[in-house]
């Protein structure tokens, strides 16, 4: 069974520039997890879909940050404009429904420096 | 809502000897409790998890025991072996909702 894909590994900004991560889930998992993890610290929720529905972006910056899953399986997270504090790792993690304990499987993530 | 301590942060101990990890969980009403072990640059990956119907589980060197009652779950690892040295964190999930909350991390170090 292939994992939950990442892209870019790695991607180094400028404060104020914009961003954009790819993650594709395993396949058949309706449910995609996006999440902050800052040097040192546990990963951060920022937001959920089940399939192309959000389920909670409390924790999300929408003033800079988006994400969009349109056709229920791959999603895009977008930063717009960076901030220094925006560096971290950025995990996307997938599981086959959400509605019981399901495990959450998370992909490579992908490490943002913002300068 | 939910909020997850882990402690200790760092955690040094000789290989063969066994090491625990503890968290507490603020929400009465998590139902889930998840660890993953992650290795530096890598991905999380889910070692072992509990439910709350269940007090203990163990998978070969690796057992969890959940106290509901006083709202903590400990990660016991025994025989400890240089490639246990990673990043283990806790997690917890409340009954109606889906998220995890995770614990700060405890840093393991297994010397040989």
């Known amino acids: 069974e292939a994992g939950v894909a990442q892209s870019p590994r790695y991607k180094i900004i400028e404060k104020r520039q914009s961003v954009a991560f790819w993650c594709n889930p395993i396949?058949?998992?309706?449910?995609l997890y996006w999440y902050q993890q800052i040097l040192g610290q546990g990963p951060k929720l920022l937001i959920q879909?089940?399939?192309?529905?959000?389920?909670?972006d409390s924790q999300l910056p929408k003033d800079r940050f988006s994400a969009e899953r349109l056709k229920g399986v791959d999603s895009t997270l977008k930063i717009q404009p960076a901030k220094l504090e925006d560096s971290a790792v950025y995990l996307c993690?997938?599981?086959?429904?959400?509605?019981?304990?399901?495990?959450?499987?998370f992909g490579p993530g992908t490490r943002l420096t913002v300068l | 809502g939910e909020n997850v301590e882990q402690h200790p942060s760092t955690l040094s101990v000789q290989e063969g000897d066994s090491a625990v990890i503890k968290c507490t969980y603020s929400?009465?009403?998590?139902?889930?409790f998840p660890w993953y072990k992650q290795e530096l640059g890598k991905r999380p990956q889910l070692i072992i998890d509990?439910?709350?119907?269940?007090g203990e589980k163990k998978d070969q060197r690796i057992a969890v025991t959940l106290n509901k009652t006083a709202k903590h779950f400990s990660l016991h690892i025994t025989e400890t072996q240089p490639e246990d040295s990673a990043v283990y964190f806790c997690?917890?999930?409340?009954?109606?909702?889906?998220?995890?909350?995770f614990g700060t991390g405890t840093r393991l170090q297994v010397f040989p």
């Open positions: 993690a997938s599981s086959y429904s959400g509605g019981t304990p399901d495990t959450q499987y």
């Open positions: 879909f089940q399939n192309n529905g959000v389920v909670d």
């Open positions: 396949s058949g998992h309706a449910t």
């Open positions: 997690a917890a999930r409340s009954l109606g909702a889906d998220k995890l909350i």
């Open positions: 509990i439910r709350s119907n269940v």
């Open positions: 929400d009465s009403a998590s139902n889930y």
